[in-house]
């Protein structure tokens, strides 16, 4: 009664623009063919995918863990999921070529934030 809208919109256009305002914890695309849809919608926590799809069916039934971003929040963050679970690390790799132009911007970075060891060792790379 007080959680529910009907927006009325002009084109798909006009549609997927308020699907990923709106950012929904659960999107049902109820339509003949949802994947012409799928790759337009950016922010929304479960994708319900054409008529045979209910929201209840992802609530009950489907794989996928149920834990998902509430309140717009779909705009940056994703359903819990089994990698929320695993250690990451970030890689980074530059070439002596590649590394100059970076190392000069760190080094200007880091002197505005007072951090002059992160300055010298970026100066350092490409002196």
Partial sequence: KNRGALI????????M???NRVAPEHLELS??????????V???GAIFMGRHTPEA????????????P???????SSPLGVYDFQKKSSVIYCSQSGSKPLAETADILAQRE??????????????
């Fill in 42 to 44: 950016r922010h929304a």
């Fill in 17 to 19: 623009a308020v699907i």
């Fill in 70 to 76: 509430t309140s717009g929040t779909a705009r940056f």
């Fill in 114 to 127: 007072d951090l002059e060891a992160h300055a010298r060792s970026a100066r350092y790379r490409y002196q």
């Fill in 31 to 40: 339509v003949n063919d949802p994947d012409a849809l799928l790759s337009d």
């Fill in 57 to 68: 069916i992802g609530d009950y039934c489907a794989g996928p863990n149920h834990v998902l």
């Fill in 8 to 15: 009325l919109v002009k084109d798909r256009s006009e549609g």
